[in-house]
């Protein structure tokens, strides 16, 4: 079977891998001239992180997304499987208790376990959450990969390519190109997140941090090399243009408030996106002929797309994966 996916963001090409290892021939189309690039893939956090996201999702972000963390250590060598520690401002505790309330599968620590996880938070918080068994990544860096593995296997990624599904030639098609989907799924909304991207060397973390902010709750994720990415907003907007000067300031007075250092940290990259989400803000596979449609991903490409692929290759190869 020769399969088309239109998109290389995280869907399409986590679906173009599971597809072409249950034995497809896989050729990937992209507009972008860069892997990722012009997906909201680009600018995400890459947390694997399915028990934390539960404080603000449905209970199949959990169920379903556990299947990332096994999937990505398999397919992407630089996932680290370092848990997600959880914070509060020592009088925001209600927001930490809040939030256990709402989640499971994490151990209370005290300002000592706090320190012992991260000791440049030492200190500064008299108590937090460790969610040992969640992992993030570098999503430039998986993506690449991805289109790497793809290509070493035999499959096709040709970029610089704006595909109409209906002269594609191909026993099937997978259309991945997020909000832009929306000429054949109208019932998409865009859903708009930012970020930050700093370099300190005054800081150091070994995993996801997310602060409980009173005004902005932000997540910080390291990624080598003194780099943080900053992130968080979600906002009810399919405006795909810059950072505005309210959402940076939000995000930077926010990491400022989780350590001091931030504020001689220099700013390498603002970034915008617009996430394509359902009404109930979960991902479905939508069959359309011969063509599949996954979208919907919310803030959650990373975490849910092997379950929409694996979907999509059981879709396509029933007989194989009963």
Not at 24 to 39: D, F, P
Not at 147 to 170: F, K, N
Not at 203 to 226: A, E, K, N, Q, W
Not at 300 to 312: D, N
Request: net charge neutral; charged share 20%.
């Amino acid at each position: 079977m020769h399969v088309t996916v239109i998109g290389a963001g995280a869907a399409g090409l986590v679906a173009a891998t599971e597809l072409m290892e249950r034995g497809a021939s896989v050729t990937v189309l992209e507009r972008g001239r860069e892997i990722g690039a012009g997906a909201t893939s680009w600018y995400a956090g890459g947390m694997l992180a399915p028990w934390c996201e539960r404080e603000g999702a449905d209970a199949a972000v959990l169920a379903e997304g556990r299947l990332a963390l096994d999937w990505w250590p398999k397919h992407f060598a630089g996932t680290v499987q370092a848990g997600t520690l959880v914070v509060t401002p020592p009088r925001d505790a209600a927001e930490l208790q809040r939030f256990a309330r709402r989640t499971s599968g994490f151990t209370t620590l005290d300002a000592a376990g706090v320190a012992a996880l991260e000791p440049d938070l030492e200190g500064r918080f008299r108590q937090g959450l460790f969610f040992a068994d969640e992992a993030h990544l570098d999503p430039r860096a998986a993506l690449r990969s991805l289109a790497v593995g793809l290509v070493a296997h035999g499959a096709a990624v040709r970029l610089g390519v704006s595909a109409d599904e209906a002269e594609v030639e191909a026993d099937a098609v997978v259309d991945s190109r997020g909000v832009a989907g929306r000429d054949r799924l109208p019932a998409l909304r865009g859903v708009r997140g930012e970020m930050v991207m700093v370099r300190t060397t005054d800081v150091t973390l070994s995993r996801p941090v997310r602060f409980l902010h009173p005004r902005v709750p932000l997540y910080i994720v390291p990624r080598g090399d003194g780099r943080f990415m900053v992130g968080a907003t979600m906002i009810e907007s399919d405006a795909a243009g810059p950072m505005t000067v309210r959402s940076a300031l939000e995000l930077l007075n926010a990491a400022y408030a989780l350590h001091p250092a931030f504020a001689e940290a220099a700013i390498l990259e603002f970034g915008a996106g617009v996430r394509p989400a359902y009404a109930d803000n979960l991902p479905r596979l939508v069959r359309d002929g011969r063509v599949l449609r996954l979208n919907g991903m919310h803030r959650h490409g990373f975490l849910l797309s092997p379950w929409l692929a694996r979907q999509a290759a059981e879709a396509l190869f029933p007989m194989r994966s009963a």
